[in-house]
Nanobody
Framework: VQLQASGGGLVQAGGSLRLSCAAS????????MGWFRQAPGKEREFVAAISCFGSSTNYSESVKGRFAVSRDNAKNTVYLQMNSLKPEDTAVYYC???????????????WGQGTQVTVSS
C-alpha cells in the first residue's frame, strides 16, 4: 500500500481533527500531495494540496481558513489539520499524489484508501 490515511473519526461541529497520510514512496519529496473528499451521493472533490517541498499550498473555497495542509518529508507523511468542522465536512477523505511538483490542481493519479470523517451537529 503506497498511501495510508488515518485520523478520521466522529467529532462535534466546531471541533478539530488531524488527518495523516503515510506514504511508502521512495521519492515522496518529489511529488505534490493532495487531499480529497467524497460525501454520500456526491462526487469526489478537491480539498487541499501541498507542493513537493511544502512551499505552496492550495485550498478549496469551502475549507479555506479552516483547514491546513502540511507535510514532513523526513517522515514521508502529509497532514490535514481540520478546525471549525461543520456537518457538511462529513465525508470520506482521501490522500493522493501525482508525479509532479508545483502543479497542485493537476490530476492526481495515485490514491490511498479513505478515512471517514463524521461531524455531528
Amino acid at each position: 500500500v503506497q498511501l495510508q490515511a488515518s485520523g478520521g473519526g466522529l467529532v462535534q461541529a466546531g471541533g478539530s481533527l488531524r488527518l495523516s497520510c503515510a506514504a511508502s514512496i521512495r521519492t515522496f519529496s518529489y511529488y505534490d500531495m493532495g487531499w480529497f473528499r467524497q460525501a454520500p451521493g456526491k462526487e469526489r472533490e478537491f480539498v487541499a494540496a501541498i507542493s513537493c517541498f511544502g512551499s505552496s499550498t492550495n485550498y478549496s473555497e469551502s475549507v479555506k481558513g479552516r483547514f491546513a495542509v502540511s507535510r514532513d518529508n523526513a517522515k514521508n507523511t502529509v497532514y490535514l489539520q481540520m478546525n471549525s468542522l461543520k456537518p457538511e465536512d462529513t465525508a470520506v477523505y482521501y490522500c493522493a499524489y501525482h508525479m509532479r511538483c508545483g502543479f497542485l490542481r493537476d490530476r492526481y493519479n495515485y490514491w490511498g484508501q479513505g478515512t471517514q470523517v463524521t461531524v455531528s451537529s
